[in-house]
């Protein structure tokens, strides 16, 4: 018999817990001694996570399906804590100038695929997070090669798992994709990269 978890279970895909990052703090910095490179990154992902937040009002507001309200609304939380993390980090006045715009694109790249179906949205979420996944990645190896603080690249790797985790949750949810589910999340996908790419520079 198959025991699919419920909502409660701590392990459901539902809930996006435990989340490593809601146990590691933001690492005091100094913004100013920063290179360059890094600082781009980290506004990158700043954005990032902000769009992460916007992508699951998105969802709420698209669907009445019970199990992606629930998805959409514990996600959303660690979202949210990634958001603060970066906000930490990130001094107010350095943040990229298209967070609003980047982010409105972030409720459209969750309400488009909810609106489809609850499948097609876990599809478009597994397959960004995924790519979100590589980005934090590529984060930690610049972060440790400019000897960056030992907690930030901790923070980093904490994002990394926590991205990697949400990859999972989606994909147990998303069954198998079909051709609208896949074009929507090679959409998403490219959109990411086009957003990050833009936020690193502007
Ligand atoms: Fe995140
Ligand atoms: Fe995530």
């Known amino acids: 018999m198959d025991h699919a978890p419920g909502p409660h279970s701590p392990h459901s895909p539902l809930v996006g817990a435990p989340s490593e990052v809601a146990r590691t703090p933001a690492p005091p910095i100094d913004w100013t001694a920063l290179p360059p490179a890094l600082k781009r990154e980290l506004r990158a992902s700043h954005v990032g996570e902000a769009v992460a937040v916007r992508l699951y009002d998105g969802v709420a507001d698209a669907t009445g399906d019970a199990a992606a309200r629930l998805f959409a609304r514990k996600h959303r939380e660690v979202e949210l804590t990634h958001l603060s993390r970066l906000r930490a980090l990130v001094p107010e006045g350095e943040e990229s100038r298209l967070v609003g715009l980047l982010s409105a694109g972030g409720w459209l790249m969750g309400w488009l695929p909810a609106k489809l179906g609850p499948h097609r949205f876990y599809t478009v979420l597994a397959s960004v997070e995924q790519w979100v996944d590589t980005h934090y990645a590529r984060q930690i190896d610049i972060a440790r090669r400019h000897g960056a603080p030992d907690g930030l690249v901790r ?45 690193r520079r502007v």
Do not use: I
């Open 155 to 199: 923070l980093l790797q904490a994002c990394r798992n926590d991205e990697a985790h949400h990859a999972e949750d989606g994909w147990a949810l998303a069954g198998r994709p079909d051709a609208l589910a896949r074009a929507l999340a090679w959409v998403a996908v490219s959109s990411s990269r086009l957003g990050v790419a833009l936020a």
